[in-house]
């Protein structure tokens, strides 16, 4: 049996339409693009929405076990610069909280006509088909240098279409003991792979990472993907006012929104360790006790560890590629280009060094890990702040 997804949604609709009239459009590779439209996050909370101006900062949650609120994770990479490199105004003064609703957003409206995604049952198998085209509108990737954005994350990769295809278990069931989750968990309704809460260095991707106003952006091998639910992909509900299935994740289980029975908002404190818990729900048209994901909007956002068996070809797929199997946000530790230019994931250090007069060297110990705070690092070179913004080439 074939199954349709879902179509695009009259919330979605006003999205495309808010951010394809302010420009005339050009065709290029396939995507639609109006270049000069200023993206704004589709964000809009409602009155049982928790404070998303101060979401609780879900760096350092990371455990080496199933941990309600953290997450168990497989994989990260310290030392990579891949990701953004400054922390954005939307970090409050707490050093604890950010602001979702004021995070910046990558500019652009790109819409993406060879959209193509399938969900087919065939026995006990589920088979997800997708080029990794989404059904909403994308931002404009690699971020210009021109785009606010560009001051935090300087994402130099494109979007473009892959080849996957994952075959699930159309009938999961929870494994003995849960795993680790990995950098890719799961594919969502639009057809675009469902990344974990973290950045490559093992940060909270959804507080660092610059996206689109749909919360998508590319990694290294150009593959498109989240770290959340992305909110144009609404959030809908049932009868009995639980979330409908938004996803699923890579050992078979449904993936579904912020709400469960009654129309609760949900947190992780209402959820097991992986994020979800088990009820009756709708699977496949039919009413069945089931355990089941959710999406909430504190980390780690959807899948804190894996509750059930997943087969590594899957990740591997829907990363993109087999070096980004483990990686988040951006994917891979990024490899500076050829010449003098800076490298695509931050500034040049050695070339501001050089301004500032001072070693490569010393100015890396000065900023120390990413994102650096760019008044202590000054503090400790013994310059002003302004002084090594210029240098960095950071407003």
């Not at 049932?238 to 709400?259: E, K, M, N, P, Q």
């Given at each position: 049996m074939?199954?349709?997804p ?18 005339a ?13 200023v ?26 076990h199933?941990?309600?609120?953290w ?7 310290p ?6 490199f ?18 910046a ?67 999961p ?10 950098g ?7 057809g675009?792979?469902l ?15 610059v996206?689109?106003?749909?919360q998508g952006?590319?990694?290294?091998s ?13 959030d ?11 996803g ?16 609760k908002?949900l ?5 097991d ?6 009820h009756?729900i709708?699977?496949d048209?039919?009413?069945?006790v ?12 959807t899948v804190?560890?894996?509750s059930g068996?997943?087969a590594?070809a ?24 050829a010449?003098?230019g800076p490298?695509?994931?931050?500034p ?17 110990d000065?900023l120390?890990?990413?994102p650096?705070n ?22």
């Amino acid at each position: 049996m074939k199954l349709n997804p879902r179509s695009t949604t009259a919330v979605l609709t006003l999205i495309c339409l808010l951010v394809t009239f302010a420009a005339a459009t050009s065709k290029t590779s396939g995507a639609t693009v109006a270049p000069a439209i200023v993206a704004t996050s589709a964000i809009t909370p409602d009155a049982s929405s928790p404070d998303l101006t101060h979401l609780p900062l879900g760096d350092g949650k990371l455990s080496s076990h199933p941990q309600i609120g953290w997450i168990w994770a497989c994989h990260v990479e310290p030392s990579s610069g891949a990701g953004s490199f400054v922390n954005g105004p939307w970090f409050n003064a707490d050093g604890k909280t950010y602001n979702l609703l004021t995070k910046a957003v990558v500019n652009g409206s790109v819409t993406w006509p060879q959209h193509n995604f399938t969900i087919t049952i065939e026995g006990d198998q589920r088979i997800l088909t997708t080029n990794d085209l989404p059904d909403h509108p994308t931002g404009i990737y690699p971020i210009a240098a021109t785009d606010k954005a560009f001051q935090y994350d300087r994402n130099p990769n494109k979007i473009a279409a892959q080849t996957m295809r994952i075959t699930l278990s159309a009938n999961p069931t929870l494994a003995a003991q849960p795993t680790c989750a990995p950098g890719a968990v799961g594919m969502l309704l639009t057809g675009v792979p469902l990344f974990s809460a973290l950045d490559a260095p093992g940060r909270d991707a959804v507080a660092h990472e610059v996206q689109d106003a749909c919360q998508g952006h590319p990694q290294k091998s150009s593959t498109y993907h989240y770290h959340s639910l992305t909110t144009c992909l609404p959030d809908t509900t049932t009868g009995d006012g639980h979330s409908a299935l938004v996803g699923y994740a890579l050992d078979g289980f449904g993936i579904f929104g912020r709400r469960d029975v009654g129309g609760k908002i949900l947190s992780s404190a209402d959820l097991d360790a992986c994020h979800g818990h088990t009820h009756e729900i709708e699977w496949d048209g039919k009413k069945v006790v089931m355990y089941h994901y959710h999406a909430t909007w504190d980390f780690p956002y959807t899948v804190g560890c894996m509750s059930g068996s997943y087969a590594d070809a899957n990740i591997q797929i829907i990363s993109g590629s087999p070096e980004g199997a483990n990686a988040g946000a951006n994917g891979l530790p990024q490899t500076p280009p050829a010449g003098n230019g800076p490298p695509p994931g931050g500034p040049d250090l050695a070339a501001a060094a050089k301004k500032l007069g001072i070693t490569e060297q010393a100015l890396r110990d000065a900023l120390g890990p990413p994102p650096p705070n760019l008044a202590a690092a000054a503090q400790k070179l013994g310059i002003t702040e302004q002084a090594l913004r210029e240098a960095l080439g950071i407003p």
